[in-house]
């Protein structure tokens, strides 16, 4: 039986600069294996079409209004959990930094990069890994080292399973639940089970978190 192609990567896009909006959409209209679906101008907007749209990337600044700034991130994650979220951002400073990749974000990069940056990062993050900008990497490796020198939960790790120590593996890798489920040859449902066990266990409750920890803990790394 023929293997069924796979379909476009579903990008919605969010800026509240008009002449941004049309970079990115003359960007991917020439790249074959995404779709822009959406393009929003603030964060309302941004939350209500990525609700109705459901896309695979989320591809927006965090500076728009009504200027909840990184607030959005959480609301994102709780309206559409799969979707994966690449910050494209003028601000660079070590909290906002951080708070994006506590709150989920799959990606951070700033507005001065060349466009071959923002497509690698794009086809990077489609493809279930992240991509930081220098800075930004610079920040979080200061994060982990600071981390380090922090007790970790040990108690809690030790309470994994080992399957559920495989489904964090998967989750610090990039896998959403499906893929898991495809590679241990369990049910949807039990991977969500082993998810929030695992969140619980732990006491975190974002995959930036879980990705922190499993870092922490040598079993996965940042590419």
Same mark, same amino acid.
């Given at each position: ?10 990008? %919605? ?43 695979e ?20 994650? /709780? /309206? ?36 071959s940056?923002?497509?690698?990062a ?11 900008s ?23 790790f ?31 449902r039990?991977?969500e ?16 978190? %879980?990705?922190?920890?499993?870092i ?8």
């Open positions: 039986m023929k293997k069924e192609a796979r379909g476009k990567t579903r990008v %919605l896009i969010a800026d509240a600069q008009p002449i941004v909006l049309e970079g990115y959409k003359a960007l991917l209209s020439q790249q074959p294996e995404m779709e822009l679906v959406g393009e929003a101008r603030n964060e309302d907007d941004l939350l209500r079409m990525a609700e109705r749209l459901c896309p990337i989320i591809l927006m600044d965090i500076s728009m209004p009504p200027t909840r700034g990184m607030e959005v991130l959480p609301e994102l994650r /709780k /309206k559409v959990p799969a979707a994966k979220i690449l910050v494209f951002t003028m601000q660079s400073s070590r909290e906002q930094i951080t708070e994006c990749v506590r709150s989920g974000a799959r990606g951070y990069l700033l507005k001065e990069s060349p466009v940056e923002l497509l690698n794009l086809r990077l993050v489609q493809s279930g890994e992240v991509y930081f220098p800075a930004a990497s610079r920040v979080l490796l200061d994060e982990i080292a600071l981390g380090r020198k922090q007790k970790l939960p040990e108690e809690g030790n309470s994994l399973s080992q399957r559920e120590r495989e489904v964090l593996g998967l989750i610090a890798d990039g896998f959403n639940n499906k893929e898991i489920a495809s590679r241990l040859g369990l049910g949807v039990t991977v089970t082993h998810r929030e066990r695992i969140m619980r266990k732990l006491n975190v409750h974002t995959v930036a978190g %879980l990705t922190k920890l499993a922490l803990k040598g079993m996965a790394k940042l590419e």
